[in-house]
T-cell receptor
């Protein structure tokens, strides 16, 4: 089985722009979750989508949004970019959501490194 | 998550056991404890998880304190390929909280 694929691998944007990142989960996985990783804040949960619906959301401003398509592929959008948005954005997939997902493995992609200048 | 704490770094000699601690003092009764590790330029990779009982798999063992406020990941024989950042994670029904991570250095 192919792993979780994230595109693009690297991205450079300027302040005020918006960006869209893509994540293709492992075949058969219906849950996709997104994470931000920075040297200062470490790994933080952004949100999770399951069957095209946002199920859970972390503590991030509304500039961070996402969606999931019927084939389970997901996109994450960040509008009005700020310097502090520079980070590695990771997505992960799993089969289930909610309580059943507490004991499931997450399969992570290699991430998209976003630099905001 | 400020309430899931790990030492910043640890060192181990190759072929020796390594015990990586994690404190999760605010864990709830239904939260699972997961461990992942991250190699440079890669996403985190699953290592092991548990709820209350100690767990073993081919990669590692997980020892969970009786009060569940701490856990220890045990690598029985460290190899150079085990050098990575190890994250302890609390997983609830609606969220998950990462520890700060421990950078493990394996000395040949």
């Amino acid at each position: 089985k192919a792993g979780v694929t994230q595109t693009p691998r690297y991205l450079i944007k300027t302040r005020g722009q918006q960006v869209t990142l893509s994540c293709s989960p492992i075949s058969g996985h219906r849950s996709v979750s997104w994470y931000q990783q920075t040297p200062g804040q470490g790994l933080q949960f952004l949100f999770e989508y399951f069957s095209e619906t946002q199920r859970n959301k972390g503590n991030f401003p509304g500039r961070f949004s996402g969606r999931q398509f019927s084939n389970s592929r997901s996109e994450m959008n960040v509008s009005t970019l700020e310097l502090g948005d520079s980070a590695l954005y990771l997505c992960a997939s799993s089969q289930n959501s909610g309580a059943a997902a507490r004991y499931e493995k997450l399969f992570f992609g290699s991430g998209t490194q976003l630099s905001v200048l | 998550d400020a309430k899931t704490t790990q030492p910043n770094s640890m060192e181990s000699n190759e072929e020796e056991p390594v015990h990586l601690p994690c404190n999760h003092s605010t864990i709830s009764g239904t939260d699972y404890i997961h461990w992942y590790r991250q190699l440079p330029s890669q996403g985190p990779e699953y290592v092991i998880h548990g709820l209350t009982s100690n767990v073993n798999n081919r990669m590692a063992s997980l020892a969970i304190a009786e009060d569940r406020k701490s856990s220890t990941l045990i690598l029985h024989r460290a190899t150079l390929r085990d050098a990575a950042v190890y994250y302890c994670i609390r997983t609830g029904a609606n969220n998950l909280f990462f520890g700060t991570g421990t950078r493990l250095t394996v000395i040949p």
